[in-house]
């Protein structure tokens, strides 16, 4: 079954490339490499921002520049040489069709029923090739714009709304919270934006996916998500068929704002490129993502599956301001071959009645390094607040490794704070029992995982739990022998 | 049917079965009794191709089909049915989802159709009736929090709804009470057919008084030493093993 035959259109489309142009302007120049307070004017200028966000990157970069790289994580690389990546550069032109995407990626694609028309985007052919999405993405536009929702572009929103930017950017993750969001601050090229207007339950899954300008946002992504009072939105971020990039080193932020009896669900597929089998070549995935819960009532829920990268930084979080304010954490984290992850959660209480609930399962393989790290934070004014956790591991053979690093602090004595925490193994016993049935053994350990992940995917939308599923199962695939 | 010529297998160094000769035709139930260590599971496992066994001879056919070199799956779908002595429990995985599963990779490999989720749960929910188990069981996880009896029961439930050529049954008896035991010996005797063969291996010759074997064999040292009719059972029960093996054995 090759695209060819499949799919003639795509076929045509590619031959006739750049017939309808970019959609933006594609001026051809770079930055050298390097970083330094002229680069950061430069990316400024070439996206003509406005003196505010300029002035914030170079406090960023300042703050940055006397910052080290934490080390606190229980992952292992050699050290990044920041003066040697570029931090803005035109976007490249992909493969001109999928004849030049790399084999093993259109496999993948096939394994997990990727729609056809949905690969030549996914692999990054040139955009002019993927015209059903692009009308799919124009037509969503038009309906959301008439609710009075915004969603677009972190550029674009710099220039449609800057009153916005101003007043929400670094207002959940300020530009000195951490080394690697500091760096972000100062380079971000580009990333999403979305506002939802008071009142408006926002009637679809908000995609990155959907949004064809996001293609190539490039490895410092800036997202900024606000709901306004009583306002719900459900946000997908990635997607399950497997990213490839050139730039290893990706540090994106993403920033969350509910007010008063909002509701914000942001559910993350992580797939990046975790490295060969001896973990050459994967992406450092080192991401600060933070919801703020500011008004009353209001809920943030993060889902997150993380198969990909080489190493995985991670911690969304919730700051729980707003009285009976909730947050969650869902989340799987798959470390195969030669993958690091250290991921979990803070849950900062503040606010009187906040709820938390964390749930992490860790799956370990191969000689994959999982770390499960967690915050539970109760502040004195925090009354009556509660949290429950639950972390599992699962271990695949004898040369993986887990491990659960929970703190819990609490200065409220009328908090209620349950931890509980699991380490199996994937047991011989258990597949032979699938195979005595008729199962194969890949089937069987795949029951078995996704068994095990179920109250992470029962908090998935339907579509993404079902890709999830079958994504585990070809991260995990070859793993028991 | 099943023919087993010269079984050898051992466990690492040590070696259990010392040459097994066995044939069950269609629609007998055969009984394997014996002292403890007298390979009884051992033969259950390597007849369903449990890792961890080495077989050193001999050979076994199903309908004619030589089982040793299947995969476990393949002899599942080639009709053998083990009932686990300690069924494994996975969690998350729900019970409905994966007997559905088990019974579609077994049609599957006979080139027949899937059934869908709506048919499953007719042809399953006929199926728990005679077995006197709860719909319940249904939606739980697998094996996940039963009692002792449950997950019998639940093997039970399973076997009735794969239909395999062969079910041998592993001390299935065990941790029973009498109810128990009787509403499992219910469901095999009900399962039991001209086609459908057993090997029921037990210690104690209490389940043989519910589901009547038309042989007996008793097992020691890795070999049949003696094969009976159902009275061989009752007369094991009331000598014990010793008289046949020269040791001081007793059930």
């Not at chain 2, 490999?109 to 869908?116: A, H, I, M, N, V």
């Not at chain 2, 639940?154 to 009498?178: C, H």
Request: some cysteine; hydrophobic content about 35%; overall charge negative.
């Amino acid at each position: 079954m090759t695209p060819k035959t499949q799919e003639p259109s795509v076929e045509k489309v590619t031959s006739e490339e750049y017939k309808y142009g970019f959609v933006t302007d594609i001026e051809a120049d770079s930055a050298p490499p390097g970083l330094n307070e002229d680069i950061i004017r430069f990316i400024s200028h070439k996206k003509k921002e406005p003196q505010f966000l300029l002035e914030w990157r170079l406090k960023a970069y300042r703050q940055w520049l006397k910052m080290k790289t934490p080390e606190w994580a229980y992952v292992q690389y050699p050290p990044i040489d920041y003066q040697d990546i570029i931090y803005y550069s035109a976007p490249k032109a992909g493969p001109k069709s999928l004849d030049e995407v790399d084999p093993e990626i259109l496999k993948t694609f096939e394994k997990l029923g990727v729609p056809m028309e949905e690969r030549a985007m996914l692999a990054g052919v040139a955009v002019d090739a993927v015209f059903d999405s692009v009308s799919v993405g124009t037509t969503f536009k038009k309906k959301l714009g008439e609710m009075g929702v915004i969603f677009c572009s972190f550029s674009e929103a710099v220039h449609e709304h800057p009153e916005l930017i101003e007043q929400y950017l670094g207002s959940v993750v300020p530009y000195n919270d951490n080394f690697y969001a500091a760096l972000n601050s100062a380079v971000f090229t580009d990333g999403s934006f979305c506002y939802i207007p008071k009142g408006v339950r926002c009637p679809m899954e908000l995609s990155t996916y959907f949004r064809i300008n996001a293609a190539k946002t490039g490895q410092f992504e800036r997202t900024l998500l606000i709901a306004d009072e009583d306002a719900y939105v459900s946000y997908l971020e990635g997607c399950t068929a497997p990213m490839r990039d050139e730039n290893q080193l990706h540090a994106a932020v993403v920033e969350m704002v509910a007010l008063k009896g909002a509701e914000i669900k942001y559910s993350t597929v992580q797939n990046w490129y975790p490295g060969d089998k001896d973990g050459k070549g994967g992406i450092y995935n080192f991401v600060t993502k933070r919801g703020a819960c500011r008004g009353d009532s209001s809920k943030i829920s993060w889902t997150q599956v993380e198969t990909g990268s080489a190493i995985t930084w991670k911690y969304p979080s919730c700051i729980l301001q707003g009285d009976n304010s909730v947050g969650e954490f869902y989340s799987v984290a798959v470390v195969n071959n030669m993958q690091q992850a250290d991921t979990g959660t803070k849950m900062i209480h503040l606010g009187k009645n906040t709820k938390s609930t964390i749930v992490s399962k860790g799956i370990s393989a191969g000689k994959g390094q999982n770390t499960y790290r967690g915050l539970v934070r109760i502040q004195p004014a925090a009354e009556n607040a509660h949290n429950y956790t639950q972390c599992d591991s699962l271990l695949m053979g004898d040369k993986c490794g887990a491990h659960t690093v929970p703190y819990i602090e609490v200065k409220n004595n009328t908090a209620k704070v349950g931890h509980e925490a699991s380490t199996s193994k994937i047991g011989e016993d258990q597949i032979f029992y699938c195979q005595q049935r008729g199962l194969s053994k890949e089937d069987a350990v795949n029951l078995i995982v996704n068994g095990f992940c179920k109250e992470v995917f029962r908090k998935l939308p339907m579509e993404f739990a079902v890709e999830a599923q079958k994504l585990l199962s070809v991260s995990l695939e070859g793993s028991v022998g | 049917m099943l023919i087993i010529k010269g079984l050898k297998a051992r466990v690492e160094d040590k070696q259990i079965l010392n040459g097994i000769d066995l044939t069950i035709n269609p629609g007998e139930v055969h009984a394997i009794m014996g002292p403890n260590g007298s390979g009884k599971s051992t033969l259950a496992h390597v007849l369903s191709g449990r890792p961890g066994y080495e077989i050193t001879g001999g050979e076994v056919t199903l309908d004619g089909k030589d089982l040793l070199s299947l995969s476990p799956e393949d002899r599942a779908r080639a009709g053998v049915f083990l009932a686990f002595q300690y069924p494994v429990e996975i969690p998350g995985v729900n019970n409905t989802y994966f007997l559905k599963a088990a019974l579609n990779a077994i049609r599957k490999s006979k080139g027949e159709e899937e059934l869908d989720a709506i048919d499953f749960l007719e042809l399953v929910k006929a199926k728990l009736k005679p077995l006197k188990m709860d719909e319940l069981m249904l939606q739980r996880a697998v094996n996940e929090g039963f009692s002792g009896g449950e997950k019998k029961k639940n093997e039970i439930l399973q076997m009735a709804v794969l239909e395999p050529k062969l079910g041998i049954l592993d001390e299935t008896d065990s941790g029973l009470d009498i109810d128990a035991l009787k509403v499992v010996a219910d469901g095999v005797n009900a399962l039991r057919g001209k086609n459908r063969s057993f090997l029921v291996v037990t210690h104690y010759q209490r389940l043989l008084d519910y589901i009547v074997p038309d042989q007996v064999h008793v097992l020691a040292g890795g070999k049949i030493i003696k094969t009976g009719g159902k009275e061989l059972a009752l007369e094991l029960e009331e000598k014990g093993y010793g008289w046949l093996t020269g040791e001081k054995v007793k059930a």
